[in-house]
């Protein structure tokens, strides 16, 4: 069956560096999305990407879709305090919205 | 935000009594879910309401019974819950189909004692 991991589990970051969590799948995706959750709050959509080799910004996020459409990274560039939370990838599966497991991101000023 | 609404916050029940956790979405959107989300687990998917018809059951325990009375509204009817049942309940809507987002309610965090 189809396995998807997310990578790491845990991220500490020292506020100013850059880091990037990755999400991998054992088959082709039809499109991946992006969440945030921030600690004591709710997934909150980021971003979706279709298409194969997508890039997609926002500020100093970037996302990214990989050519053979089985993995997926975010890039954070210049990590602030506000960047920590849970970043969660999430997939359609036999029609239901997968969500992975995240990787918890703690800033160290 | 308030795109999605959920009340109680926060409930505290005892294992017998019967709670209901209310979610209400103003996004227009024709899909509702709740999900379960515990302490280092990933987010588990219990019910989806297409057009205010159940279209999902993840094997989800019978205490737990769902009511989508319209498109806006979502209901979980809580009954007999066990100790294992406290986790954070959230609710979540979008248009129907696989290529859109889903917007999350705050949650509720359930207790049970």
């Known amino acids: 069956g189809q396995q998807v991991m997310q990578i790491p589990q845990y991220q500490h970051v020292q506020e100013g560096e850059d880091f990037t969590t990755y999400c991998n799948s054992s088959?082709?995706?039809?499109?991946i999305q992006w969440y945030k959750q921030r600690p004591g709050g709710h997934p909150v959509f980021l971003i979706q990407l279709v298409k194969s080799g997508e890039v997609k910004k926002q500020k100093r996020l970037t996302f990214q879709f990989g050519e053979a459409k089985k993995n997926s990274s975010l890039h954070i560039t210049a990590t602030q305090t506000t960047d920590v939370g849970t970043y969660f990838c999430?997939?359609?599966?036999?029609?239901?919205?997968?969500f992975g497991a995240g990787t918890q991101v703690v800033v160290t000023p | 935000e308030t795109g999605v609404t959920q009340t109680p916050r926060h409930l505290v029940m005892g294992m017998t009594n019967k709670k209901s956790l209310k979610c209400e979405q103003h996004?227009?959107?024709?899909?509702m879910y709740w999900y379960k989300q515990s302490a280092k687990k990933p987010l588990e998917l219990m019910f989806v309401y297409n057009f205010k018809e159940q279209t999902e059951n993840n094997s989800v325990p019978s205490r737990f019974s769902p009511e989508c009375p319209n498109s806006s509204h979502l209901f979980l009817h809580l009954h007999t819950l066990q100790p294992e049942d406290s986790a954070l309940y959230l609710c979540?809507?979008?248009?129907?189909?696989?290529?859109?987002?889903?917007?999350f309610g705050p949650g509720t965090r359930l207790t049970v004692t």
């Open positions: 996004l227009g959107h024709n899909a």
């Open positions: 979540a809507s979008s248009q129907v189909g696989q290529s859109y987002e889903q917007y």
């Open positions: 999430a997939w359609y599966s036999w029609g239901k919205l997968q």
């Open positions: 088959t082709t995706l039809s499109n």
